[in-house]
């Protein structure tokens, strides 16, 4: 079965970074679209960032854009975020997600993605 762990979630002040990892198993990691999304308390899930197979394709949510580097490592089936420059507003549950099917388009909705991770606690201080 499809599993996705993430991991690297921590406290940091506000201006620090944190890089998450997603270790999957269970699929051929290297043939499909892995994204990160992310809860606030009270809040609705976000998109965060999704890159392509290659991880040559990538795609940011606005508030991330230029703080935020999505990329993976296929032979350790592994996808990463490297946050910079965090913000109080960051501070969330940081989820990695699988999109198993073929689309042509790179999608943003969380109800396409088929698999997700239990989620890492990232908590921004001021």
């Known amino acids: 079965q499809v599993q996705l762990v993430e991991s690297g979630g921590g406290l940091v002040q506000a201006g620090g970074s944190l890089r998450l990892s997603c270790a999957a198993s269970g699929l051929t990691f290297s043939s499909y679209r892995m994204a990160w999304f992310r809860q606030a308390p009270g809040k609705e899930r976000e998109f965060v960032s999704v890159?392509?197979?290659?991880?040559?394709?990538?795609y940011y949510a606005d508030s991330v854009k230029g703080r935020f580097t999505i990329s993976r490592d296929n032979a350790k089936n592994t996808v990463y975020l490297q946050m910079n420059i965090l913000k109080p507003e960051d501070t969330a549950v940081y989820y990695c997600?699988?999109?198993?099917?073929?689309?042509?388009?790179?999608?943003?909705?969380?109800?396409?993605?088929?698999?997700w991770g239990q989620g890492t606690q990232v908590t921004v201080s001021s």
């Open positions: 997600a699988v999109d198993l099917r073929p689309r042509g388009y790179y999608s943003r909705s969380g109800n396409d993605y088929d698999y």
């Open positions: 890159v392509n197979w290659t991880g040559g394709i990538t």
